[in-house]
């Protein structure tokens, strides 16, 4: 793990850094040591990037005294857009323009992105706890849409995540990552989301093997999550990760 560069304010430090090749941003309050400290996972939206998180991420360090670290999708944020990426866009943007529904297009380009995704945030995780002198401390894992898509098949695998907050996500491609899926999860459902058919929504959450989890469905489109939900995700994690040293 190479770090870039880091700031302050308010408590908080942020870093830059870069393993492998891929970029990323930790949080942590500032001056404190990373090591036994919980840590959360934040999976950025499609389109978005690292710092598409950063408020949720500030909100950690100074609510709770976690520490939160995102990295860059493929194709997004710092991330080159290989020529799949690029014929992903120009597709979605003629569906999008004649009113075809874009969830087929979406699923397929998703599973593409977590499948590479997935090991560059075990890779990441690694870095960090091999960083950390006495060890990670419980991970949590919040990232809605393609935060999801790359979330569910992440936690189906990685074991140092305890807890996800899930969410505007439907893939059928994700049923059976989903059902491996053992840690507690809070949903996020829009029931009038554009996206990602309501119907396909219901089954992945109903796929989840997690013995612990709940629904929170609200009215609205795909981005009308209302601001609510942050602080339940927030409550929910709480549950599950200890405060951190202050």
């Known amino acids: 793990m190479h770090f870039t560069s880091e700031s302050g304010s308010d408590g908080v430090s942020e870093r830059r850094f870069v393993v492998d090749g891929v970029p990323g941003l930790l949080w942590q309050p500032d001056g404190s040591a990373l090591g036994g400290r919980p840590l959360v996972l934040l999976g950025h939206g499609g389109g978005q990037g690292k710092e598409g998180p950063r408020e949720r991420a500030r909100r950690c360090v100074t609510r709770f005294g976690w520490a939160a670290v995102a990295i860059d999708a493929p194709g997004h944020g710092e991330r080159t857009?290989?020529?799949?990426?690029?014929?992903f866009a120009t597709e979605i943007g003629e569906l999008l323009a004649v009113g075809r529904p874009i969830s087929a297009w979406v699923a397929r380009h998703t599973a593409a992105l977590a499948e590479r995704a997935v090991p560059e945030w075990r890779a990441v995780l690694d870095a960090l706890e091999a960083g950390a002198g006495e060890g990670l401390g419980p991970v949590g894992y919040w990232g809605l849409s393609l935060g999801t898509a790359i979330g569910i098949p992440l936690a189906a695998v990685e074991p140092r995540v305890v807890a996800a907050v899930f969410g505007l996500a439907g893939h059928a491609s994700l049923?059976?990552?989903?059902?491996?899926?053992?840690?507690?999860?809070?949903?996020?459902l829009q029931?009038?989301?554009?996206?990602?058919?309501?119907?396909?929504?219901?089954?992945?959450?109903?796929a989840l093997g997690s013995r612990e989890k709940s629904l929170h469905a609200n009215p609205g489109g795909h981005l009308a999550?209302?601001?609510?939900?942050?602080?339940?995700?927030?409550?929910?994690?709480?549950?599950?990760?200890?405060?951190?040293?202050?």
């Open 175 to 188: 049923a059976e990552a989903a059902g491996r899926v053992s840690v507690p999860v809070e949903f996020v």
């Open 81 to 87: 857009r290989t020529a799949q990426d690029e014929r």
């Open 191 to 206: 029931w009038e989301d554009e996206l990602q058919p309501r119907e396909a929504a219901l089954a992945l959450y109903g």
């Open 225 to 246: 999550v209302p601001d609510f939900e942050s602080a339940s995700a927030e409550r929910f994690l709480a549950r599950h990760l200890p405060c951190g040293a202050r």
